[in-house]
C-alpha cells in the first residue's frame, strides 16, 4: 500500500507511541491446518453469513485430544467430529472441541461446524480504540444509498477471517480451500483458486464454487460479491481478470493493463515463475485499507479507479498493483511465521516498486520513489522502532512506516552489499527452500548467506534487529602542500558499520573510492592533482541516512550539471533554487526544464522565480514551450501553473485551449490560470461543468471558492478541504485548505458538516493501516468541542452528525 503521504505520516506518528508490554513471538503450532471446505449464503437484511465449515487438520507434533478454534461472534448450532456429533465450549471467539480420541502427528481428523456469522457485532480491539476488523463486510445490503452498490467483501489481515469462517487464524496455519457461495443471480462472485463451476437455483440464486488447491494462510482467503464488469486478460495461459463497477470497464486495462508484463518481471526477476493458477484483481467501496494481497484474488479500494483524464497524466494506482502482485511470492508463497517479522512480507513487496519502476521506467523514477519512501519514514518519528519487533501492543501497530518505507530503504542497502547476482540470487533462495510454508528474518539472513558466503550478522542485527539510521556530519581538510583532502565523517547518535561510496570531482574527471566506516570519527585522506570541484559523499545514494554535508552554492551547481543520479540533481536544484538572485544559479535552474527526467523539470519549474533579473526572457520562452510542447502532461500543468502566476492577458488563449484538453492536470491547471486573469469568465465557466467534471478538476476549483472566500461554496469545499490539508506536500495549499477547514468547522452550513464528517470517515477507513482513523476521531472529537463553544442554534443537530462520524470510525 503503497504512496503514504508525508504530512499526514508526520502528523499521526505523533499520536502513536505504542507500548512495548508483551513478547509476541510465533504462535504455537498444536494442530495444523490441511484444508478448509465451505458453503455460505448471505443475509442481506441482517448483514450476517450462514456458513457450514468442513476442517481437516492434524496434530502438529504432540498427541491431541482438543481443537481450539478461532470464531469471532458467531452463532454456533452444530460441531462434529468425522460425522459424529462432538462435545464443544463456545466462549471469548473460541470453539474449544473435545475430539473423539487422542490423534498423533501425521493423524488426520476433520470436523464440522454449522454457524452464522454475525460481523456487526465484531469488536476487535485495537491499541487505543477498536478496530474496525469486522472480516467480513456488507455494503448498502438493503440498497438503500443510490450512490453505492450493493457489495459484499473480505477483509482477513490481521487476524480477521476467523470473524466469518472457524480456523486457526495465525499466519504460521497454510491450508488448502474451496469454497460454495450462494448468491443472488444478478451478483458475480470472486474468491481464491479457479472457479469450478456455477449452479442457477430454483429460488433465484446461484452457487458458485471456488476451489484453491494450493496452500496459504487463512488471512489471505477472500470472497467478493456484487455487481462487476469482468474485463479479461491472460498470462502464459492463465487467467488475469480485473473486476471494476460498469462505469469503468472501458479504461480497466489502462488501469491494471501492466500486470501481465509484471507478472513476467516479477518470475524473471525472483527466477521463481508465478505459482498460482490465476490472477485476479477486484476493486470494492468502503475499503477499510488501500488493497490487499490474497491469493490469486487481490482487493483495491476505490481510488484505484480513474477517469482517462487522470491515467493520461499518471496511475497513481501502478505501485500498489505492483506491491499487492509480488506479495504472491512474499507473503503469500512464503509467508511471515509471525506479525513480529512482518518485514519479510511487507518491505519486500514495497521493494518491488522500486524494482518495477527501475525495470519499466528507469533508474531515475525509482530513485524519485525510493526518496518519497525515506523521506516518509525520516519524517515519521520513527527512529525508537526496530524493524522486527517482538514487543508491540497491538499488531495492527506492525503495519507503519518502518516495516514498509523503512525496511523497503534496507533491502536496498543489503542489495548494494551484496551485489545484484547474489541478492536476486539469494531471494530465490528463500523462496524456494520455504516455498508454500512460513519463514522468519533469520531464515531470510541464512539464504542470503548461503548464496554470498558472506556472514551478514552485522548487517541484520544493525538493521532487522536494531533501531535508528545513519546521521552523519561531513567535513573537509585540504592540504594544499602535498595535494590531499581528508574527508572527516562523524557519526551522531548511534554508531553504524556501513560500506561508503565517496566520488572526488577533479574538472569533470571522477574518481570513486569505497570505504568502510565502522567508528563514531573517521577520517580518509585521498590525494589529488586539481583542487577538487565537487567531493560527493554516498555517491551511490543507497544509504538509509541524513548526511549534513556543508556544500557551497558553486559546489551545488557543479553538482548539478556533473553528477548524474536523481538526487544529486534534486538536492542541488534545492538547493540552487534558494540563490536565484545569483546570475549562474538562476541560469542553472532555467537549464534543468531540459532535464531528461520530468520530476526535475516539474521541480525547476515550481521553483522558478520570475521576478529576478536574470534571463527573465530566455526562462518564460522556455517554460511557454513546456507548456505547449512537452511530451509529458504532468510538465506541460505545471508550466501553465507558472505562466499562470504572470497574470498577463496574452496567455488567455492557451489556458483557454488546455480547458479542452484531455488531461485533467492540464484542464485544471488551465482553469486556475485562467482565473489570475478573467475570473468572471472563470466562474461562468465552473457553473457550466457537470457535477461530475467538477470532482475530476476538485483541486483547482476549490482553490477559486477558497480564494474567493464564497462561503457558498462550503459543501464542495469540505469534499475536498482534507486532502488539500493531509494529502498534498505544497506548504501554500495546506495553509490555504487549513482556514477553509476553520471556516466549515465554526459555520452552521450541515450540508458542509455532513461533507466534511463523511471525509473523515472515507479516509479514515481507506488509510487505517496508517492509523488516519485515529487522528481523525481526534480531530472530530475537536470540531464538537468547536461547535459546542459556537452561538449556532443548529449546533446540537451538527454536533450529532459529528459524533456519528466518530462512531463509524471506532466502530
Known sequence: MKKIFLTLILLISVLLNAQEKEYRGEREKINDLIHTKLKVDFNFEKSQMNGEAWITLSPHFYPTNKLVLDAKSFKIYEVKINNNNAPYNYSNDELTIELDKTYKKEENYTVYIKYTANPEEVRQKGSNVIKDAK?????????????????????GETESSSCWFPTIDAPNQKTTEEIYMTVPNKFVTLSNGKLISQTSNADGTRTDYWKMDKKHAPYLFFMGVGEFSIVKDTWNGIDVNYYVEKEYESVAKDIFGKTPEMMTFFSTITGVPYQWNKYSQIVVRDYVSGAMENTTAVVHGEAAQQK???????NEWEGTIAHELFHHWFG???????????????????????????????????NAHMYDDVQTYLQSQSEGKKLVRFYYENREDMFDTVSYHKGNAILHMLRDVLGDEAFFAGMKNYLVEHKFGTAEAQELRLSFEEVSGKDLNWFFNQWYYGDGHIRLSVTYDYNTIINTVTININQQGKTFKFPLSIDIYEGKNKTRHNVWVDKTRNSFTFPFNKLPKLINVDAKHVLLAEIDDKKTLENYIFQFKNASHYL?????LEEIAKHQDNKEAFNTLIKAFNDPYSEIRILALERVDLFQKYYKKEAIAKIENLAKFDKKTLVRAAAIEVLGKLVEAKYKPLFEKGMNSESYAILGKSLFSLYQIDKKATLNK????????????????????????DKTKLPFIANHVLSGMFLSNNKRIQQLYSEAFKWISESDNKEAITNLTDDFVKLGKRYKKFNF????????????????????LNKDELILILKTGMAKLIE
Open 332 to 366: 503469500d508463497l512464503v509467508t511471515a511465521e509471525s506479525w513480529s517479522n512482518l518485514t519479510v512480507n511487507e518491505s519486500f513487496a514495497t521493494y518491488s516498486v522500486y524494482l518495477w519502476y527501475e525495470h519499466k521506467y528507469g533508474k531515475d523514477k525509482a
Open 773 to 792: 482513523d485515529k487522528m481523525a476521531i481526534n480531530m472530530l472529537n475537536q470540531l464538537v468541542y468547536t461547535q459546542q463553544q459556537s452561538s449556532n
Open 308 to 314: 482517462k483524464g487522470q491515467l493520461i497524466d499518471s
Open 686 to 709: 465552473i457553473n457550466t461543468l457537470s457535477e461530475g467534471t467538477k470532482e475530476h478538476l476538485a483541486e483547482s476549483i476549490t482553490n477559486i471558492y477558497i480564494n474567493e472566500k
Open 568 to 572: 544529486d540533481r534534486r538536492y542541488a
Open 135 to 155: 472480516g467480513l463486510y456488507f455494503i448498502d445490503p438493503k440498497d438503500e444509498d443510490p450512490e453505492k452498490p450493493t457489495q459484499i467483501w473480505t477483509q
